[in-house]
RNA sequence: GGUCCGGUAGUUCAGUUGGUUAGAAUGCCGGCCUGUCACGCCGGAGGUCGAGGGUUCAAGUCCCUUCCGGAUCGCCA
């Protein structure tokens, strides 16, 4: 190891390195003073290993007497044995220990906020404001170690496939549809603002019109919406895009990256992925992004439901906006009742207005076996069939959803993950699939039609046909999801100007608005536009998976909190008024909250 | 914007129907200890109970407002 004050990391050493002499240099992870022998585990980013020091070097044992945790040494000596009775099997270096000749503080230390023990828990903001510290710890090495394995992995990938990494612009602008943009004003045009880019969609798609044929890069985006485990304001994405590939040859080149890493970093085998079209995972699974480790399914009883008194359920099965469906969890009749009232409470969040169940104690008994609020309204014969629809046995809870299909579908989607989850129902660790044949577009509440995926996708069928019935529409648009995340998504692109002006003539944007956000793509389509489409991975989710972390804001250095603020730097803050009149800014003036908040900040 | 959970020692938490000097663990400081590894033993220091207001003889505890962190619905093409 040339140019360095250490010889070798701490982590590194083993039984290969007796006798050697060796410089370390590190953190003190913990200090053991046994008076007359003292030890020190010193860490670096490799691990641990334990240092001695005995009375016998009296300089240094002195020295090491006033080390504490967090201090950075540079320690020089001898790699030995640990006697047999002293061995730790609990640490990787635990067979030997570097027996101390020199030790030179390089830094001293105050005593950290907290401990950076793994069996101690830490408050999330503690650690955020003291993220460097919360760095050290191992876990977070080993977060950002693999994610940094990852992203190399990728770019050999992509290079060896023949992608080119091209760099798109972060001062760009303002797009009309998607999520709230982050604005940033111009100081040189008054009055106007530059937008950080959501995604570099329009950007790489002018790269295909340009000739580079196959593009990736490893982007930031920027999105100003609200936060959530997997949502950051500022996150990465593997974006990817092609020329002269469909839909097939993208899935398959993407899905070959993923395979890789999964084979390569963790020694899984995903195998070929599974292929769902958007439809059924709606209906079985209630979701666009099924997590398929969970064998629960939705069953649709509408058909069952149309004649029965029981209002809950003719209602919704007699309208064609209804949906009324059946899940069955096996052996679910174990299930307290404590815990299904919660579960009602739980699909209540999704505006329903109950949770029906059967409890299966006797399929052959209509009368007695089946224990329920609901059975006293149903007819014999409707139980019989559902029973035999969702092959009902004994033990088994079956949950009803009733309601518009929006609700039904969201409620029970949402329970079948949250049962997964309580009862641990996953029959596998990786479940990873591709949702196809999205439909082009979905209803807004005014009455309109948005992009379920983004305007530029390509439909699956003519201008004229998408024209005449765009409700059905379905696109060339595809998602890859691994255990109920959305890993990525894409899409083949309209590589023509006709019909990108047939998809924003259905959206509802106007010639003069077309021409003044997307201008420069409409000339570009006319300019010999290559059929094209992509794909963008989210790299922070990818790693959260594939290191089991619980939330994003893990596999990120430097997360922001869920009011998009940084506690560690105090981000974002205040500027002053020379700035704000560069940009041609005047500030509001503040309501009294906020004027309570800045002066407490500012103390 | 809505709903829910939390904020008490550096840290993680406990704190009863409102009632004496707000506790524990760990960390920290000092002492002892030559084989520990979440070392051990003895002693010590350490608190604007998130902030502001109110009720009360009395508030960590009850009420109101507000800030901060988290989960979640909406939102996230």
């Given at each position: 190891m040339g140019n360095t004050m250490r010889s070798v990391y701490c982590g590194q050493l083993k039984a290969a390195n007796i006798d050697e002499e060796v410089t370390l240099c590190g953190w003190v992870d913990r200090r053991r003073d046994h008076g007359g022998v003292i030890f020190i585990d010193l860490r670096d980013r490799e691990g641990i290993v334990q240092v001695v020091f005995d009375p016998d070097g009296e300089e240094n044992f002195a020295l090491a007497d006033k080390v504490r945790p967090e201090y950075v040494l540079q320690v020089k000596g001898k790699v030995r044995a640990r006697d047999a009775a002293t061995v730790n099997p609990n640490m990787a270096t635990g067979e030997v220990e570097v027996y101390g000749t020199g030790l030179e503080i390089l830094n001293s230390a105050e005593t950290p906020p907290f401990q950076l023990d793994s069996h101690i828990t830490v408050g999330e903001d503690v650690r955020l404001r003291y993220r460097y510290i919360d760095l050290r710890r191992q876990e977070m090495q080993k977060n950002l170690y693999f994610r940094s394995k990852v992203t190399t992995a990728i770019r050999n990938y992509m290079d060896e496939n023949g992608f080119l990494d091209i760099e798109t612009p972060i001062l760009t602008r303002a797009t009309p549809e998607g999520a709230r943009d982050y604005l940033v004003p111009s100081r040189t045009h008054e009055g106007q603002f530059f937008a950080l880019p959501q995604s570099p969609q329009l950007f790489k798609q002018l790269l295909m019109v340009s000739g580079f044929d196959r593009y990736y890069q490893i982007a930031k985006c920027f999105r100003d919406e609200d936060l959530r485990a997997?949502?950051?304001p500022e996150f990465t994405q593997i974006d990817i895009e092609t020329s002269f590939m469909d839909e097939e040859g993208i899935m398959s080149v993407t899905e070959g990256m993923i395979r890789k890493l999964f084979q390569d970093?963790?020694?899984?085998?995903?195998g070929e992925f599974d292929r769902m079209p958007y439809s059924e995972a709606i209906e079985?699974?209630?979701?666009?992004?099924?997590?398929?480790?969970?064998?629960l399914e939705m069953v649709d009883i509408k058909d069952l439901m149309k004649d029965v008194e029981f209002k809950v359920f003719s209602g919704p099965a007699n309208d064609p906006k209804g949906r009324v469906t059946a899940m069955k969890v096996p052996k679910g009749g174990e299930i307290p009742r404590k815990k299904v009232d919660a579960y009602t409470k739980f699909v209540s969040i999704y505006g329903a207005k109950g949770l029906a169940y059967i409890k299966v104690n006797?399929?052959?008994?209509l009368e007695n076996g089946l224990q329920s609020p609901i059975v006293k309204f149903l007819p014999a014969e409707v139980c019989r069939a559902i029973l035999d629809r969702v092959e009902a046995d004994n033990g088994d809870l079956i949950f009803f959803g009733a309601d518009t299909h929006k609700i039904v579908t969201e409620a029970l989607g949402a329970l079948r993950c949250k049962l997964g989850e309580d009862l641990n129902l996953?029959?596998?660790?990786w479940a990873p699939l591709w949702v196809v044949d999205f439909p082009m577009f979905e209803a807004t509440d005014n009455g309109g039609l948005t992009a379920l995926h983004h305007p530029f996708t390509a439909p699956s069928c003519s201008p004229e046909e998408l024209q005449a019935n765009p409700a059905e529409a379905l696109s060339r648009a595809y998602d890859m999801v691994l255990n109920g995340t959305e890993l990525g998504g894409g899409s083949v692109r309209i590589h023509d100007q006709g019909m990108q002006q047939a998809v924003f003539q259905i959206l509802g944007i106007e010639e003069d608005e077309q021409r003044e956000k997307f201008g420069f793509l409409l000339d570009a389509l006319k300019y010999g536009a290559p059929p094209h489409g992509g794909l963008a991975f989210g790299l922070d989710r990818l790693i959260m998976l594939m290191t089991g972390s619980e939330s994003i804001r893990d596999v990120i250095a430097f997360p922001k909190t869920q009011t998009a603020a940084c506690v560690m730097t105090d981000a974002p803050g205040s500027v002053g008024a020379d700035q704000l009149k560069d940009l041609h800014i005047r500030l509001r003036a503040k309501p009294q909250a906020q004027e309570q908040k800045s002066e407490s900040q500012t103390k």
């Open positions: 997997d949502r950051q970093l963790q020694g899984v085998d995903l079985k699974y209630g979701s666009d992004k099924p997590d398929l480790r969970i064998p006797d399929k052959d008994d996953y029959t596998r660790d």
